[in-house]
């Protein structure tokens, strides 16, 4: 079959498209045929030997946490899973993943996939979706009536926690650019503003306040700590890039959240999925043989948004 491959710690240059051995399920295990698999920035921050401390690859590795596809064979004491079904998940970290043709996987960090859309846009949903409810319930405990700000609310988690705290009755402020306004109004943003100048912004003059600020961006500390000192007495800052400090004087936390994979919580951002409460958005779909230059245009900033990598049997 054929799969993304690299042998090194690196740049995009050390990645390789290139046959390797079809994998086999041991036991709780199954074998997924992927229709899609997609980039998230932990991708490039595994790659880049910048994470290896929390997550120790072996080589070589293939990539792609996320994954959408149909089983196509069952190891053994798997139950509940037949050969066909269709499935989306959150692979584990540390393990070979999707940017393959198939792929060995564990079969309780699996869901039944939406029955909304193509099968292979929901490789957009798992990390990111899980990001954003992880962030948003687990960590800050966003509940209805409270205010929040989303900085960088243009891309893929930012999208879905934009929809989600909507849904929990928050009002939503969101920091995005004007190609992102219009679909971050129509998931519900109550106010929407362009990318924070952190000296000179009215956002941070005003003297603004929220009960949580949730920062999708990479920020310095002197940056991260104006987003905190935005966060009202016995509020909350979460980053996904960036972490903050706690202001025990004001009783503002913050933390910095690690997604992790979480089938039942998966499963309920799908029937939000199919319910039509939550939208996935994917902005670009590229055959998985590009996944270097996906990568590439990632570390210079260029993708356009959420992208999916499609493998050639499926193209």
């Known amino acids: 079959m054929k799969a993304v491959v690299y042998r090194r710690y690196g740049g995009s240059e ?13 036991q709780g295990q199954v074998v997924v045929k992927v229709a899609a ?28 946490v996320d994954v959408a596809g149909t089983i196509f064979q069952v190891g053994d004491g798997v139950q509940g899973w037949e050969v066909g079904d269709a499935v989306v998940g959150m692979l584990p970290l540390d393990a070979n993943g ?21 099968l292979a846009d929901s490789a957009a949903l798992p990390t990111a979706g899980l990001t954003a409810w992880q962030a948003l319930f687990e960590v800050a405990s966003l509940r209805a009536g409270q205010t929040i700000l989303i900085n960088g609310a243009g891309g893929a988690v930012g999208g879905y926690a934009v929809q989600l705290a909507k849904e929990a009755g928050a ?4 920091t995005a650019s004007a190609r992102s306004a219009d679909r971050l109004r129509n998931y519900g943003a109550d106010r929407i503003i362009d990318y924070i100048d952190y000296g000179a912004t009215p956002l941070v003059s005003a003297g603004a306040v929220f009960d949580v ?51 039942v919580q998966l499963a309920g951002l799908v029937n939000r999925v199919d319910d039509g ?11 998985l043989s590009e996944a270097a230059a996906v990568h590439d245009d990632s570390d ?11 493998p050639r049997s499926v193209e």
């Open 213 to 263: 600020v949730l920062n999708l961006v990479s920020t310095s500390a002197e940056e991260a700590a104006v987003l905190v000192g935005l966060v009202g007495d016995g509020g909350f800052y979460v980053g996904t890039m960036a972490a903050g400090q706690d202001d025990p004087k004001r009783r503002v936390r913050a933390q910095r959240i690690f997604v992790r994979s979480d089938a």
């Open 37 to 64: 698999t997609s980039f998230n920035p932990v991708d490039a921050g595994i790659r880049g030997g910048y994470l290896s401390e929390v997550y120790a690859v072996r080589f070589p590795h293939v990539p792609g």
């Open 14 to 26: 050390v990645l390789k498209y290139e046959d390797i051995e079809r994998p086999v399920p041991g």
């Open 300 to 310: 210079a900033n260029r993708l356009p948004g959420k992208t999916i990598l499609v």
């Open 277 to 287: 409460q939550l939208s996935i958005d994917v902005a670009d779909r590229r055959p």
């Open 171 to 174: 009002v939503v402020t969101a």
């Open 98 to 118: 999707a940017a393959a043709e198939y792929v060995v996987a564990p079969a309780d960090a699996l869901t039944t996939a939406p029955t909304s859309g193509e």
